[in-house]
C-alpha cells in the first residue's frame, strides 16, 4: 500500500477502481464520479464487488480510513493505494464531484 495524491488518484481513475469506504450519510456530500461506495464496516461482506484484477484506489474523509481499508485489501491480495488528504482536499482542490 502507497499514498498517492489527489492528482495521482485523478489520473489513475479512468484505469484504477475507486472504492470510497465512507458513511452513506459522508457520501451524501457528493462522491468522485465512479467511485464504488462500500462503507467501511461493509467491506468483509462485499469483497466480492470489487475486481482483484484491478488495482484499488481508496477514499475516505481525509485519509485516515482508506490507508486501514488499503492495508487489509493488500493483505487480502489486491493492488491498494490510500488517496491523501480523503475527499477534504479532493473537493477542496476543485475537483469534479457527483
Do not use: K, Y
Amino acid at each position: 500500500m502507497q499514498e498517492i495524491t489527489i492528482t495521482d488518484a485523478d489520473q489513475r481513475r479512468a484505469t484504477d477502481q475507486l472504492l470510497d469506504v465512507r458513511e452513506d450519510f459522508e457520501v451524501t456530500e457528493g462522491m468522485i464520479p465512479g467511485a464504488l461506495h462500500i462503507p467501511m464496516g461493509e467491506l468483509n461482506t462485499r469483497l466480492g464487488e470489487i475486481d482483484r484484477s484491478r488495482p484499488v484506489i481508496v477514499i475516505c474523509r481525509s485519509g485516515n480510513r482508506s490507508a486501514r481499508v488499503a492495508d487489509a485489501l493488500t493483505g487480502a491480495g489486491f493492488t491498494a493505494d490510500t488517496m491523501a488528504g480523503g475527499m477534504i482536499a479532493w473537493q477542496g482542490a476543485g475537483l469534479p464531484v457527483a
